[in-house]
């Protein structure tokens, strides 16, 4: 990338400087959050209740397998929107789209749109459509002589990101509508989409959090004088390579399109059935939507298989996450720590203050617990519980939780990396303007919350 030697950055994303470098520099990886935050809630447990170490061990031990099938979900949204954002057609449509922008300022915003909208359809696709779509544009950009900030493009990108939790693939609005989930458990019956995802409240305020941040994007956009760095070489990806050599009658039927096409409308018939009976979304039903989709755009086995190998590797840290916070959701329940935790968040909220506090607080536990399905198994009973002890609808503290956790990933490094490795740039790079992201979209959730809550 190259750079004119001139002043660096906006006067708001060089004041926003030391935050980013206290976040760079003393924020551990995801992983070591978790192990961290395991030893931090057993020594709470110790402190709190009346359990012994032998408890508390024996609780952590026996939750480690306790969301196994949630962890399959949380994997699967991940794999099947990197798969779906790499399928030929997806690529095709993002290569049009990033030929529309015709100013730098145009850019920024069109790609903040659409990679929140990309979010809102699936937070995997959304990252990684956010990521591509910069890339094309800054690429096609260049071409047509257009000035482009790239680290500006990539932050515009990540920061559709978000309202992800808000959307279709929310985690924690999901696992309430799933039956026979922790949550809907615990609660006695299923929370149903409609009073979450899809209340008229909350598509109001995602359509407030976009125009916020666009607006404060607008602001610290570099022009002028400001330090443009443009993409230096062209990083768009070629298509993922597909070994379909066919040799032997079995590879025949793999290089055919038959075989994922018919599994498809099957699986889109089912979807119809489904839908049509009065079902309702679920994380499963999220996950068979996205999986129909690919298996219609695929041309054939062969490239199904490589973009699975393609996407698998973004996988790993989660499931090897995952396990870490079921022990942790052991421990609270099994030593009673939740019951503790959420007698002491009564004590200092009220009905009124309810959203805004569980907001505020979740957006803390998610720089500890950076996925919102690891955050929903550990956050959620406590503010479910500390919901009906003071008389507040579970809705709210489902979609304070979702908004929490969306809200600080604009600082909290982990989902920024597959975006950072796809950009090749640091988080130091885009924080700047990622802070203020987080900054427009929080007064708006925070604002939401208050709202609805009084």
């Known amino acids: 990338m190259t750079q004119a030697p001139t002043k660096q950055g906006t006067t708001l994303s060089r004041a926003m400087r030391p935050v980013n470098r206290v976040v760079e520099n003393f924020i551990p990886s995801a992983l070591v959050f978790a192990i961290v935050l395991s030893f931090v809630v057993a020594l709470l447990a110790l402190i709190l209740t009346d359990s012994g170490p032998t408890q508390v061990v024996r609780t952590w031990g026996d939750g480690l397998s306790g969301l196994l099938a949630f962890m399959t979900q949380m994997a699967l949204i991940l794999m099947l929107?990197?798969?779906?954002?790499?399928?030929?057609?997806?690529r095709k449509i993002l290569r049009y789209l990033a030929s529309l922008p015709k100013t730098s300022m145009q850019a920024y915003m069109y790609v903040l749109l659409v990679a929140a909208v990309a979010s809102l359809i699936t937070w995997g696709l959304g990252l990684i459509v956010g990521a591509m779509l910069a890339k094309e544009v800054a690429a096609q950009g260049k071409e047509r002589g257009i000035k482009l900030h790239f680290p500006m493009l990539i932050a515009a990108g990540y920061s559709g990101y978000v309202v992800w939790h808000m959307g279709y693939s929310g985690s924690a609005p999901l696992t309430a509508a799933t039956p026979d989930s922790f949550v809907s458990e615990y609660l006695g019956s299923p929370v149903p989409v409609s009073e979450t995802t899809f209340a008229t409240w909350n598509l109001i305020a995602i359509v407030a959090v976009v125009a916020c941040v666009a607006f404060a994007l607008f602001l610290v956009a570099p022009r002028g004088e400001d330090t443009i760095i443009e993409l230096e070489q062209d990083l768009?990806?070629?298509?993922?390579?597909?070994?379909?050599?066919?040799?032997?009658?079995?590879?025949?039927?793999?290089?055919?399109?038959?075989?994922?096409?018919?599994?498809g409308l099957m699986l889109t018939f089912y979807l119809v059935l489904h839908f049509g009976d009065g079902g309702g979304l679920t994380l499963d039903i999220v996950n068979w939507t996205f999986l129909a989709l690919i298996l219609l755009l695929v041309r054939n086995p062969f490239e199904l298989i490589a973009l699975v190998r393609n996407a698998a590797s973004n996988v790993g840290e989660i499931l090897l996450q995952f396990p870490l916070y079921a022990g942790i959701m052991g421990i609270m329940g099994g030593t009673g720590l939740i019951a503790v935790l959420s007698d002491a968040f009564v004590s200092v909220a009220s009905p009124a203050t309810f959203g805004l506090l569980a907001f505020l607080s979740a957006g803390l536990v998610n720089f500890f617990v950076p996925s919102g399905g690891g955050q929903m198994a550990v956050q959620g009973p406590l503010l479910l519980d500390a919901a009906e002890k003071i008389g507040v609808d579970p809705s709210i503290a489902i979609m304070a939780l979702s908004y929490g956790d969306q809200w600080t990933n604009m600082i909290q490094p982990f989902w920024a990396l597959p975006v950072l490795a796809i950009a090749g740039l640091k988080m130091r790079d885009i924080l700047g303007y990622t802070t203020v992201t987080l900054i427009a979209s929080g007064i708006a959730m925070g604002a939401t919350m208050l709202i609805v809550s009084g």
Do not use: M
């Open 81 to 90: 929107g990197h798969v779906l954002a790499h399928t030929r057609p997806v």
């Open 236 to 263: 768009r990806e070629g298509d993922v390579e597909i070994d379909d050599e066919v040799v032997t009658p079995a590879d025949r039927v793999d290089a055919s399109r038959l075989p994922t096409l018919l599994v």
